[in-house]
């Protein structure tokens, strides 16, 4: 079992910045993916980004690409993710997630067998 815990969330205004971190343990294995998905209010939950842990290659859902950035830290088994110029609708709650999914269903949350509990991001305009 792995056990993913998120932190860093709150509140924000606009164009401001965040740093979540998302800690995992537990039995982790160097294949990994390990990525963000968010869930606002009314809303189906979306991708938001991975990082593959070996090798590291990442990728971003288009409505974040050059405003988030998605790091490991292998030894730490810590996974971050950089969020810059914010906006209200970035405002939703934010999971950790971890698995082995295959890249034809990597940007889908039910690929992920392990979840966060979330953190909550709001950003007032």
């Known amino acids: 079992q792995v056990q993913l815990v998120e932190s860093g969330g709150g509140l924000v205004q606009a164009g401001g910045s965040l740093r979540l971190s998302c800690a995992a343990s537990?039995?982790?294995?160097?294949?990994?993916?390990m990525g963000w998905f968010r869930q606002a209010p009314g809303k189906e939950r979306e991708f938001v980004t991975f990082?593959?842990?070996?090798?590291?290659?990442?990728d971003y859902a288009d409505s974040v690409k050059g405003r988030f950035t998605i790091s490991r830290d292998n030894a730490k088994k810590m996974v971050y993710l950089q969020m810059n110029s914010l906006k209200p609708e970035d405002t939703a709650v934010y999971y950790c997630?971890?698995?082995?999914?295959?890249?034809?269903?990597?940007?889908?949350?039910?690929?992920?067998?392990?979840w966060g509990q979330g953190t909550q991001v709001t950003v007032s305009s």
């Open positions: 997630v971890a698995g082995h999914p295959d890249n034809s269903v990597i940007y889908k949350g039910s690929a992920y067998p392990y």
């Open positions: 537990g039995r982790t294995y160097s294949n990994f993916v």
């Open positions: 990082i593959r842990w070996s090798g590291g290659s990442t």
